[in-house]
């Protein structure tokens, strides 16, 4: 008989039900909510880990204590996905809603020209933060930024507080930052009222946090902005294929896209098409188990796929989400069209989503307590 697991289980459980596993997605959740800074995040291996003067890297003297803050604030421990559907939508998502519980489907993009043309696929997400910010409803929000020069497009986690800010932030990178991250930041700046920017790795972490009741952490999430996503690849696919097979080094990158193949504008306006099966070798590790295509836990989740390359398709899945999404209708800063017009934008985001969710592992290959997803019937 499998050992009954710890009532009050804390980082030596999740290390090696989690992190070890290979189901850490390297969201940071844990490094950001742990109250004794005894656990940090290793950029290159995309993972979590604990400080050796305290208890060493597989145990927490603090969690033997009873502080359970990394464990309740993991989206791939335990039971994750159920609690964060009842948190948010009193009820787990059926075998049928394979892409999560949806309460409104439209496409969408902003109004104003300079987000459609600087923004990724309309710039509905930019014009999304940039209205929370001027309408009091976050204070700044958790996105990610390129550096400059040789490593322009190493994504790293910030802060955005206004509208430039924003903007500077747009576009998709297409490699990992742990966004969550800029959490510390903005808590030394005295941010109350956070909107998170992320992949479904790190979009589930704000339900996980507050249906664990993880603290004044999960309460400063105000807005879970989420984006569909298939995998990010290493940093390292620059140099190694980018430059090395196609002459393009990252400073001349302008602009990169997803439409079944990697897309890439240079800095002269040239445009550049590589087939996505030379990419999978850099494939990050995290992405391999992780079954959420569709964020299904965002108050909004938001994507570049369908027919309309300068059009998002969006998800909306919350009251919040909602509210939010009616009131920039009405304001007009962000136009929309029927996503009847586009059929296909559904049924490829049912199949990616579907195909995502075979990635989890089976219960039998389960620590005990861990649970195992439902089982997707729904044809795409």
Known sequence: MAAMPPSKPHWAQLIREVVDSGLCTGCAACVVVCPYDVLSYDE??????HLDADGGPEDCTHGERGCTLCTRA????????PEADNFLFGRARSDEEVEGVVRKVALARASDPEFAADGQDGGFVSATLIWALEHDMIDAALVSYTGGGDSSWKATPGLARNREEVMASSGSRYTYSANVLAYQQAQSEGFERLGLVGMGCMASAPAIMKARKAGKTARRFALDIGLLCSKTFEDSIFPELLQARYGLAPA????????GRLQIWDNSGEYHEIPLKE?????RDGCKSCPDFAAEHADISAGGIGAFGDWTLVLVRTQRGEELFDAMLEGG?????PIEEDPGALGLLRKLAKASRRRWPDSDHQEPGRQSLPA???SA
């Open 376 to 378: 997707t019937t729904t």
């Open 252 to 259: 001349n990158i302008a602009k990169m896209n997803i439409k």
């Open 74 to 81: 993991c989206a791939r421990f335990r039971d994750w996905e």
């Open 44 to 49: 290159g291996r995309y993972k979590p880990f």
């Open 333 to 337: 800063v962000i136009q929309t069209r």
């Open 279 to 283: 990419a999978h070798a850099w494939t």
